[in-house]
């Protein structure tokens, strides 16, 4: 151990090298501003090490697996993932403008922390922009009687050598989904339990349903408002039970239980509340531009209040990048983030739409399985449910299942981001036969419906009314 | 045989029960104008029977093969196909406000034809409207020496109770190349031929070059600027050569040679030339409103001279339909349309983008194979080309090469028909890790050069040059 200490100034310390640390510090660095990158676990954060990486990896390697075991299968994705993060390793340890610094960061004033690095040496970065980048941690909850060595959450489970014969997943979001869906493929048996009534909460009830029938056709054994009660090591029964209600099933022979519910964010032992940094429930709040309440103190991704997945981060941090690079600019409409699962169907949604539809609101529930693309692959079920504001037309929000969900979302992202009114995607070329053809049917039915008397109002064309229409 | 006459009075007569010629009949009798619908053949037209659907479903069970044998591929496909005609042909045999009728159409007047029936009977239709949407069939050339029992084309391609032992597939346009795909998975030995001097000629030189190695990557022997010689049946040897020189090779032990080199519309015999209908090789020459050179006689799809896809069939089917229920309705500018192939990787583009970029054009080049999806589902090869008009960030076209290209295009196709200037893409979330993340780092690659020294710009911000952008 050292008592060294070292000394920088930099235009901007970015604690995280994670999604949104590393979009910062390459903006930044590009436009010429000195940046120190701090970081005490691995580049790459969440994503590349313990999320999006090996779980896509995953899902691909499970959806081909040309005949590889299933240990293989895991050993794969490891490598893949490893060297990824080797590769961006290497890069950003050697990059121009960016000082990479290993450890641990405390802030101690708005333009001041200190890096306390492995070897007890620290690092005292003065800057005058600070960005907070440090994402955040699986939720871990108690499980009565459940050893370690059974308990598993997105951390450890990629780490695996043998994939577990019986898998319990607690938690019915989008990495439960999808690691349902990963771990059936390589012959686990695989029980999913949720606190919430249906699986994907977040999504529309339409949406969940046919995830949820997707996932059980696969003999997926899926238990909603169904909560972990109790492990017994001896018969390796997980004893289950509705949230506010005594055990009603065991669940027998359980080799691991992957917990998956929700996320804690990074923010605690960073100096913060000190500071005075304002705070809702343990996320840094943050302005339209990334700014926290302390001025110079910025933050983006898992640990702020906007948007937890690794786009979101990127898009804050390019905010981020530019407000400091041109303070007067104003931050514009916060960016609207997609979130896609990757399960099979896949299911992607963009937008606000409530479960209730609002007055005001046309909802166009089109059946994704009708386009012909879906005939010729033999799709059985999907949807896509579009809100869109009477009178306007404005695109509120979307939601898409089937295959591609998560690519064809994106045809969303830009026009809502650009404000095309629904009316005014009628006369685009879906190419046949692809899925974006039912997004050419959701518009043909809006069409219809927004103009429930349209052959009249045809006859009436001359007179201008509708004319813009087409 | 019967010389019975009948006689009708319809609305409109459509002649084609394809894809331009069903958009229409549904159109107009959902509108309430009486149609008479007239097929020769089959209801469906190419796309149905011998062409998207046969064709699309051939890829997804050849993909998807779950230990199945290539004949009970070919027997699924049929099914599927049978089961989808059958389908269609009930829908509109007793559909309200369509006359369905069999048989062949003669125009012989601006408002009058005549169906002859399979029986020989004839019924004489009176229509205000006349609209021709006979489509294509495929062309047929000469091949010394190859027996009809070995000549495929698309037509007889999807009978074949056996794959093919060895295929030499002559064309490598979209059919070709789709059919080379296909077949090679099934475990024919694929031999593919084009007077051209790279697969896909009608995309960019870069976009034929990746779906090239492509193929050739997976056994399939690709030989550009090669044509079909001659056939010697006794060995069942295929001479072959360049266009304009001598037998320079052979291929041995060939088992079918499948002829996919373009299409001949099927615009002869229906008493077009008699009318004085302008023509341009063959074709229908049609105005914005696809209304030919004669009054009261309309044509959409392939017998017309804009488009030859389905998709492009339809659209050109629903301007025939407003412009008949809407006359003084402007046709508006012609609609964009994408071109897909099927291949692995898929292609696909839209828009003008000339080989040699010009002037005024800015031309984005990106990797797919950069996107970080691509890493996870560990795709070799990949591009995204973009052409936008310098000064105005108008798109002008897109080619994408890559998984979901055919679903990407969508991206472009709803933007560019919305004139959303690319600088406007930008803070787009795409989601992470998608495939449309590729077209994000286009948008990145075009502010990067649209702006060569942003960091000047940035700081001059203040000034108001460039906040828009952002």
Same mark, same amino acid.
């Given at each position: 151990?050292?008592?060294?200490?070292?000394?920088?100034?930099?235009?901007?310390?970015?604690?995280?090298?994670?999604?949104?640390?590393?979009?910062?510090?390459?903006?930044?660095?590009?436009?010429?501003?000195? #940046?120190?990158?701090?970081?005490?676990?691995?580049?790459?954060?969440?994503?590349?090490?313990?999320?999006?990486?090996?779980?896509?990896?995953?899902?691909?390697?499970?959806?081909?697996?040309?005949?590889?075991?299933?240990?293989?299968?895991?050993?794969?994705?490891?490598? @893949?993932?490893?060297?990824?993060?080797?590769?961006?390793?290497?890069?950003?340890?050697? !990059?121009?403008?960016?000082?990479?610094?290993?450890?641990?960061? !405390?802030?101690?004033?708005?333009?001041?922390?200190?890096?306390?690095?492995?070897?007890?040496?620290?690092?005292?970065?003065?800057?005058?922009?600070?960005? #907070?980048?440090?994402?955040?941690?699986? @939720? *871990?909850?108690?499980?009565?009687?459940?050893?370690?060595?059974?308990?598993?959450?997105?951390?450890?489970?990629?780490?695996?050598?043998?994939?577990?014969?019986?898998?319990?997943?607690?938690?019915?979001?989008?990495?439960?989904?999808?690691?349902?869906?990963?771990?059936?493929?390589?012959?686990?048996?695989?029980?999913?339990?949720?606190? %919430?009534?249906?699986?994907?909460?977040?999504?529309?009830?339409? %949406?969940?349903?046919? #995830?949820?029938?997707?996932?059980?056709? *696969?003999?997926?054994?899926?238990?909603?408002?169904?909560?972990?009660?109790?492990?017994?090591?001896?018969?390796?029964?997980?004893?289950?039970?509705?949230?506010?209600?005594?055990?009603?099933?065991?669940?027998?022979?359980?080799?691991?239980?992957?917990?998956?519910?929700?996320?804690?964010?990074?923010?605690?032992?960073?100096?913060?509340?000190?500071?005075?940094?304002?705070?809702?429930?343990?996320?840094?709040?943050?302005?339209?531009?990334?700014?926290?309440?302390?001025?110079?103190?910025?933050?983006?991704?898992?640990?702020?209040?906007?948007?937890?997945?690794?786009?979101?981060?990127?898009?804050?941090?390019?905010?981020?990048?530019?407000?400091?690079?041109?303070?007067?600019?104003?931050?514009?409409? !916060?960016?609207?983030?997609?979130?896609?699962?990757?399960?099979?169907?896949? $299911?992607?949604?963009?937008?606000?739409?409530?479960?209730?539809?609002?007055?005001?609101?046309?909802?166009?529930?089109?059946?994704?399985?009708?386009?012909?693309?879906?005939?010729?692959?033999?799709?059985?079920?999907?949807?896509?449910?579009?809100?869109? @504001?009477?009178?306007?037309?404005?695109?509120?929000? $979307?939601?898409?299942?089937?295959?591609? $969900?998560?690519?064809?979302?994106?045809?969303?992202?830009?026009?809502?981001?650009?404000?095309?009114?629904?009316?005014?995607?009628?006369?685009?070329?879906?190419?046949?036969?692809?899925?974006?053809?039912?997004?050419?049917?959701?518009?043909? $039915?809006?069409?219809?419906?927004?103009?429930?008397?349209?052959? !009249?109002?045809?006859?009436?064309?001359?007179?201008?009314?509708?004319?813009?229409?087409?």
């Amino acid at each position: 151990m050292t008592t060294e200490t070292a000394s920088k100034t930099v235009d901007a310390a970015i604690i995280g090298a994670g999604s949104g640390g590393l979009t910062v510090a390459i903006g930044l660095s590009q436009f010429g501003k000195s #940046v120190a990158l701090i970081e005490a676990a691995e580049i790459g954060g969440d994503c590349t090490n313990v999320g999006c990486i090996p779980s896509k990896s995953l899902l691909h390697h499970t959806a081909h697996q040309d005949g590889r075991s299933p240990a293989e299968i895991m050993t794969k994705v490891r490598e @893949r993932r490893n060297n990824l993060r080797d590769h961006e390793t290497e890069e950003f340890s050697d !990059k121009d403008g960016i000082d990479m610094m290993w450890g641990r960061a !405390k802030i101690d004033a708005a333009d001041r922390l200190t890096v306390t690095h492995k070897d007890g040496s620290t690092t005292v970065v003065t800057a005058k922009n600070i960005i #907070v980048a440090t994402g955040s941690r699986a @939720r *871990r909850i108690p499980i009565e009687g459940l050893d370690d060595d059974r308990y598993l959450t997105n951390e450890e489970l990629f780490e695996e050598e043998n994939v577990p014969s019986k898998l319990v997943i607690v938690g019915a979001g989008p990495i439960g989904i999808e690691m349902a869906t990963a771990f059936q493929r390589l012959g686990t048996e695989v029980v999913v339990l949720d606190a %919430a009534p249906r699986v994907l909460p977040l999504y529309l009830p339409e %949406a969940s349903a046919i #995830v949820e029938r997707g996932l059980t056709a *696969r003999g997926i054994d899926v238990r909603p408002g169904i909560v972990a009660k109790r492990f017994d090591s001896a018969t390796q029964t997980l004893h289950v039970g509705p949230l506010d209600g005594d055990v009603t099933g065991q669940i027998a022979d359980v080799d691991k239980v992957l917990v998956a519910v929700g996320r804690v964010p990074n923010s605690d032992n960073l100096g913060l509340e000190e500071l005075g940094v304002e705070m809702e429930r343990g996320r840094i709040v943050i302005n339209g531009k990334g700014q926290s309440s302390v001025d110079g103190i910025w933050a983006a991704g898992d640990v702020s209040t906007e948007g937890a997945t690794t786009h979101a981060a990127n898009a804050w941090g390019r905010r981020i990048i530019k407000a400091i690079l041109a303070p007067p600019a104003p931050a514009g409409p !916060k960016p609207l983030h997609p979130a896609v699962t990757f399960s099979d169907p896949e $299911a992607a949604t963009i937008g606000e739409q409530p479960e209730e539809v609002p007055g005001d609101v046309r909802r166009i529930v089109v059946d994704y399985a009708k386009a012909d693309r879906s005939y010729t692959d033999e799709v059985g079920e999907g949807v896509i449910i579009v809100d869109v @504001r009477k009178f306007t037309g404005a695109v509120l929000g $979307a939601t898409i299942v089937g295959p591609r $969900a998560g690519e064809l979302i994106s045809v969303f992202s830009l026009a809502m981001k650009n404000d095309i009114r629904f009316s005014k995607w009628y006369g685009t070329v879906w190419p046949y036969p692809s899925y974006a053809d039912a997004i050419g049917k959701a518009v043909d $039915a809006y069409m219809g419906e927004a103009l429930p008397n349209m052959h !009249k109002e045809f006859a009436s064309w001359a007179k201008g009314k509708i004319g813009r229409l087409f």
